[in-house]
């Protein structure tokens, strides 16, 4: 199959009440180890890649090596542009092939983010390619701050009411407590602000920082309405964390293949866990 604009895959996990996984690469073995898992499940599935994953793999790599793998899958797959902050970086991704792209306009003026979010809407909806938006602040790891900081970071529910009026995105990134990365402590999540959010907007809503959330808030944010849920760091450590199990118990290995494919099978069994959490599992 060819990529699926991110909108196909959301109406029916909104219809379904689960959350389809949206996984970010920046490798062969990753982007393998993601569309292995989806079809494992029978999910649909989001490939995800940064600007960061496209300027170290190639935009060409990203586009060629997803689209190799889900030419071959059963599931439905779309490829999405994550975070991107310009304009330019929009218009690349979509001439290359990406069936959907992230502007990410949260650190703008809302007036600016909604321009700008227009501009790639009217650039994208002629071509058939999803638009997500973000409104509020997704902290990164390092964010030590107090209560009412954190307040003024979230997203306002009126105003992601009033950006949607306004642009008629197809997914909307909240922010509701979850951050990037590695977290220090437990994350809490304003369940009842996702709520109003929920009952302000019919668009899709999108789960950033969720590596990390305990099992038990990630289902309670489906039930709430999140329908597209971003892993990057949880793939990060399983990988990785393979990798260094290899090299140690073997220091004098050198087939990258010994090392890389253990790590390819991890990232995986990961992925599969998300999926089934989110509840897609069987939804392809
Ligand atoms: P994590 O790294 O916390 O999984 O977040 C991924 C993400 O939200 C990508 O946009």
Do not use: W
Not at 122 to 141: C, H, N, W
Not at 166 to 188: N, S
Request: charged share 25%.
């Amino acid at each position: 199959m060819s990529f699926v604009p991110l909108t196909d895959l959301l109406k029916e996990a909104v219809q379904g009440k689960y959350a389809v996984g949206a996984f970010n690469c920046n490798n062969m073995e990753i982007v393998q180890a993601i569309i292995g898992a989806a079809e494992a499940e029978k999910a649909p599935v989001i490939v995800q890649a940064s600007q960061g994953a496209i300027k170290y793999a190639g935009i060409n790599y990203i586009v060629g090596l997803t689209r190799l793998a889900a030419e071959s899958a059963s599931v439905p797959v779309a490829l999405h542009l994550d975070h991107g902050t310009s304009f330019d970086q929009v218009m690349q991704c979509i001439r290359s092939g990406f069936s959907s792209v992230m502007f990410d306009g949260s650190k703008l003026p809302v007036e600016e983010n909604i321009n700008i979010t227009n501009q790639v809407l009217a650039a994208a909806r002629p071509v058939g390619v999803s638009v997500e938006a973000e409104l509020g602040k997704i902290g990164g790891t390092e964010d030590d701050i107090t209560v009412d900081e954190r307040d003024a970071m979230l997203t306002d529910p009126d105003e992601a009411k009033y950006f949607v009026s306004k642009t008629g995105v197809d997914a909307l990134a909240v922010a509701i407590g979850t951050a990037h990365g590695i977290y220090k402590g437990e994350p809490k999540l304003d369940f009842a602000r996702l709520t109003n959010i929920r009952s302000l907007v019919d668009t899709p809503i999108v789960l950033h920082g969720s590596s990390g959330v305990p099992d038990e808030a990630i289902k309670e944010a489906v039930t709430r309405g999140v329908s597209k849920i971003n892993i990057d760091t949880n793939i990060r450590e399983a990988f990785t964390g393979r990798c260094r199990e290899v090299m140690a118990q073997k220091p004098e290995e050198i087939d990258p293949r010994k090392i890389l494919g253990p790590a390819r099978e991890a990232a995986m069994d990961i992925i599969r866990e998300k999926i089934r959490l989110f509840g897609s599992s069987g939804k392809a």
